[in-house]
């Protein structure tokens, strides 16, 4: 399954933007790249997802490197709400779909 | 559209104890995860359902746990006998295929104690 790198832990301030990174040179053709955030006593929600091109929604923005070895998850303003363990989880035919969760970066928000 | 539904929400068990879990998925997804996420560490995939047929259960300990999925609906998680590291949360989770993407939704999770 292919892997991807995160920091363990990073803090932001409140209204601030936060800049996650998420690293995965062994990334494949077919695999898109998934965020997910888990809140505390929570399953993970969904937060966004790409294949090539730069994405958005209301949530976040998802920015891909072009050789697609990298990403950045954009939280524009944080909030207190979004402190979270933020996942990036490569997903694709590759592996039958499957969601194969690392340690991910623990995003603590501060007022 | 209403999320994945897993019951109990808590669970407490003395150790070689059976226990059982259970999870409604999202209405028309075909498959269906189990996952066990023990605390400080993210889910780990324990079995994977496509319609009410087994994919992938290489990482479910065989020798005490055991899954269903009847009709390609509703699954089951059972534990039997129970150990002290089987304090967990369980996560079930169902997904949609489209063109090369997954959607995931997951539920709440059954938080068990094993004492």
Partial sequence: DAKTTQPNSMESNEEEPVHLPCNHSTISGTDYIHWYRQLPSQGPEYVIHGLTSNVNNRMASLAIAEDRKSSTLILHRATLRDAAVYYCILCGSSNTGKLIFGQGTTLQVKP | ?115
């Fill in chain 2, 1 to 115: 559209e209403a999320g994945v539904a897993q019951s109990p929400r808590y669970k407490i068990i003395e150790k070689r104890q059976s226990v059982a879990f259970w999870c409604n998925p999202i209405s028309g997804h075909a498959t269906l995860y189990w996952y066990q996420q023990i605390l400080g560490q993210g889910p780990k995939l324990l079995i994977q359902f496509q319609n009410n047929g087994v994919v992938d259960d290489s990482q479910l300990p065989k020798d005490r746990f055991s899954a269903e999925r009847l009709k390609g609906v509703d699954s089951t998680l059972k534990i039997q006998p129970a150990k002290l590291e089987d304090s967990a949360v369980y996560l079930c989770a169902s997904s949609f295929f489209n063109t090369g993407y997954y959607g995931y939704t997951f539920g709440s999770g059954t938080r068990l104690t094993v004492v």
